[in-house]
């Protein structure tokens, strides 16, 4: 691996953290992309991880949303991990915070990879997102579980935006795909990312979640929703395999299993008991329905999410990628416990 050169966008993030550390404990040249390099403080951990491994670290700036930002960084690199996109649903113009950067950032890094005249695979992270919009779809589409098969057809810019950004940049990212010889694409669609960080700086909505559910924000009751969960190192190890394995191809749904948060709070409750003010109940869907806008969640999305439970399969990650996955009640716990560690956590 010493002499591969591999370009990361988000690479400072949540999952790209682990991503680059792996890349970095392999011995891989990594060309890191950051909005801001100015900003030590949010690739700090990696330049430590850098020193106590044989891999080497460069830091480069380019911006999704700036045309032609990435051609230089992407230049002599054999391969691309694009990862960088805004995942949050704590947003006010969901344009300009989520679909501009999903979508252009996408078209900015593939064209990079275009005119490097280098790069010959591009791994792309995509989601579920791109793969399922509410969860009730699975019953309208008569549907025992969704598979790499599908695509979120129901998402818009006025209904789960994030999602629909996630589908927007996933297709864009095959229509150039289709249109070039160069380099072969393979997409990983995480579930939702949970395990421990390691940065303090991340707005992933997988930290806020367990800083809320930590924080006592759901302490009176939780809504009935079914998410998809999946360690954040088996993600980053999907990354690599799909990498280094030149006979995988499309998309890759990753789930250790689905279940609800209220499962998932359980998980926490049963190692710290009652140290945090875990919720111990769903609250009821017309009241969902009610107070839901005061916790960011719309009336529509009550009514097409709460209550519908949703299955993953996730069996090609298993049987193409060779992917083991990590128990979810360890993510969990090995999550709060780095949270603990980090002053992360406000009660
Ligand atoms: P983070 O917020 O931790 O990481 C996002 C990264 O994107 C940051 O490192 C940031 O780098 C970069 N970025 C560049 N431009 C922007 C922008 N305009 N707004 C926000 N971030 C930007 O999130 P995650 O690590 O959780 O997510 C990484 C990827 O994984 C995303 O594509 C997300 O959609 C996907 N994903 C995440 C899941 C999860 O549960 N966490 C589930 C499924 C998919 P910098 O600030 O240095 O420029």
Known sequence: MENRKIMVSGGTGYIGSWVVKELL?????????????????????????AEANKGALE???ADLLKEGSFDEAAKGCDAIMHIASPFTLRFKDPQKELINPALKGTRNVLQAANKSGTVKKVVLTSSVA????DAIDMQEKGLDAFTEDHWNNT???KHQPYSYSKVLAEKEAWRIYEAQKEWKLVVINPSFVIGPSLTKMSDSESLSLMKDLLGGKYATGMPELW???V??????????LALENEYVSGRHILADRSM??????QIIREKYGNQYKLPKKESPKWLISLIGPLFGMKRGFVKRNVGYPIKLNASKSIKELGLNYTDIEKSAVDMVEQMKEFGMIVK
């Open 25 to 49: 404990e392999k011995g891989y040249k990594v060309r890191l992309t950051s909005r801001n390099t100015s900003n030590k403080t949010k690739f700090e951990h990696l330049l430590q991880i």
């Open 59 to 61: 830091i480069w700036e």
């Open 130 to 133: 791109a793969v399922h919009g």
């Open 155 to 157: 998402s818009s810019i």
């Open 227 to 229: 998410f998809g969960f």
């Open 231 to 240: 360690d954040v190192r088996d993600v980053a190890k999907a990354h690599l």
């Open 260 to 265: 609800t948060m209220l499962d998932y709070a």
